[in-house]
């Protein structure tokens, strides 16, 4: 699928419409926040700092993605929400790759005593 089409997909009605299926269905809830949260809680794990929270899900993810599997691009089995967080780490968009930045090279010193 090109760039073109997944355009073209993510602002038709149908998109759309499933996506606000997919939201109500999980309640407006990340679920990999829930999932995170209920394993802690049944380990007896403390969580901590962004850890404890059951953040809001504004995303609709592609378990089996878009581009691999065109097919399944509406299927409910095939979709979870998320919240931004979450999305971005299944994507591998972590804060860390954002904001670290590659040190510039030093140029090289000579010492001259």
């Known amino acids: 699928m090109t760039e073109k089409e997944k355009?073209?997909?993510y602002h038709s009605g149908a998109w759309q419409a499933k996506r606000?299926?997919?939201l109500k269905r999980d309640h407006f809830e990340c679920q990999d926040c829930r999932r995170r949260i209920t394993k802690a809680n049944k380990e007896g794990r403390q969580l901590h700092g962004w850890e404890?929270?059951?953040n809001r899900a504004t995303c609709v993810h592609h378990i089996k993605e878009l581009a691999d599997c065109p097919e399944l691009a509406l299927?409910?089995?095939?979709?979870?929400?998320?919240c931004d967080r979450c999305?971005?780490?299944r994507h591998g968009r972590t804060v860390d790759k954002f904001f670290t930045r590659a040190k510039k090279k030093?140029?090289?010193?000579r010492e001259m005593w």
Do not use: C, G, R, Y
């Open 20 to 22: 606000m299926q997919v």
């Open 75 to 82: 299927d409910m089995d095939n979709l979870v929400s998320l």
């Open 106 to 109: 030093q140029p090289a010193t």
């Open 52 to 54: 404890i929270h059951l």
């Open 7 to 9: 355009h073209k997909f």
């Open 87 to 89: 999305h971005n780490e």
